[in-house]
């Protein structure tokens, strides 16, 4: 009888151990451009690297694709995802949510600008190209739209850019003497030239093909280390994977989100700059959200939230924004700083270009903004004011 009752005492307890240890957790897996889930293949290699996975961290694995990966980013900053695998400018966006790449395929990737033919322009402002391009999400797409704003364009530069969700589709429109200019990967570049004349414009600078991150308070360290091992090793994908960290992916992030390095009617400057403007009593401006503003900034900084909606370019429409140009000296005349969350942040870029139209005559633009201020070692205030 004792022994029964012991029994029964500690199943329950076994149920709850069984229940902690074999908690599911959830890979989304954002797919290539090419790639289908109506393809057989696909799928199967797929479930293959999900199961091995699961046999490397001892708990079962569920498996979530995702076509778009701003859906599979957003997902992972509600915190629905334990681990990702996806393209690199996914990797690098999701950093931010406590995720820590730990694979990254060997295989690297850069964009190619090509021209056609008989087009004698380059990627220069007032153009007038018609631009073919990757999937808007695509990492082509990405570094493509990258490359577009760090040169300071605007889509009125071109009499068109169309993006396509087949990624031979700008090559093709190309041939037929659709667009002037077209974006592909270098390899592909190389040899559609190779084919059909033209010439390469412009190549980026190479970037890994995909990469797995896990979400750091969900996945130890031993199971990360052992899932690494094991993967390396040999996986369902056949890809050549070698360790990463966020350092790997620092330089693509601020690559693909990258901020204009010029902008008319306004100085850039850096950290040390900035100091030596503020320790004058020059006013600086804080731009970030509220909860950004208040867990650090730069001392004395004002705090004039920019709502942004409108899109990550240069041509940029205003009115679906939301900034308070009333906050900023009545004198137009009178010097201010501008600033936000690096170089991969809009919002200081946009401030900085509603207070220019709108007269301020001396804008001061700190591009690496608070970031940079870190790095630089200067005071950080920090709290509500």
């Known amino acids: 009888m004792e022994t029964t009752m012991l029994r029964l005492a500690i199943l329950p307890l076994l149920l709850a151990s069984a229940l902690v240890q074999g908690a599911p957790l959830t890979l989304g897996v954002v797919l290539d451009q090419n790639e289908s ?37 957003k997902r992972a900053k509600e915190g629905s995802l334990d681990i990702i695998f996806g393209p690199a400018q996914v990797i690098a966006n999701i950093g931010k949510f406590k995720f820590e790449p730990i694979l990254k395929s060997n295989e690297m990737i850069a964009a190619s600008f090509v021209a056609g033919p008989d087009y004698r322009g ?37 009499a068109e850019i169309k993006f396509h969700r087949m990624a031979e589709a700008p090559l093709f429109g190309l041939k037929l003497g659709r667009y002037d200019l077209a974006v592909a990967s270098a390899e592909e570049a190389k040899a559609w030239t190779a084919a059909n004349g033209g010439r390469i414009v412009f190549t980026s600078k190479a970037v890994p093909l995909r990469a797995l991150s896990v979400q750091t308070e969900t996945i130890p360290a031993g199971a990360q280390q052992k899932l690494a091992a094991s993967l390396q090793k040999s996986n369902g994908l056949n890809l050549a994977l070698s360790t990463a960290s966020k350092a790997d992916f620092k330089s693509i992030g601020s690559m693909l989100n990258t901020t204009p390095t010029t902008l008319p009617g306004a100085k850039i400057i850096g950290a040390g700059e900035a100091q030596d403007l503020i320790a004058r009593g020059i006013p600086v401006y804080d731009v970030r959200d509220e909860e950004a503003y208040s867990q650090g900034r730069v001392p004395g900084a004002h705090f004039v939230p920019y709502k942004e909606s409108s899109a990550k370019e240069v041509g940029f429409d205003p009115s679906e924004d939301q900034f308070a140009l009333n906050k900023l000296p009545k004198d137009k005349n009178a010097p201010l700083v501008m600033y936000c969350d690096g170089t991969i942040c809009w919002k200081s870029y946009k401030s900085a270009t509603l207070a220019i139209n709108a007269g301020w005559k001396n804008v001061y633009w700190f591009r690496g903004g608070f970031p940079e201020w870190k790095e630089a070692g200067l005071t950080v205030e920090s709290g509500n004011k």
Do not use: H
């Open 122 to 158: 380059t990627l220069a402002p007032k153009s007038g190209a018609k631009l073919g391009v990757p999937d808007y999400e695509s990492l082509m797409g990405g570094m493509a739209r990258s490359e577009i704003n760090s040169r300071g364009l605007a889509k009125s530069d071109f």
């Open 37 to 73: 889930l109506t393809d057989a293949n696909t799928t199967q290699r797929y479930r293959a690297f999900a199961g091995e996975i699961e046999q490397a961290v001892g708990q079962p694995v569920r498996m979530q694709y995702y076509k778009r990966g701003f859906t599979a980013i």
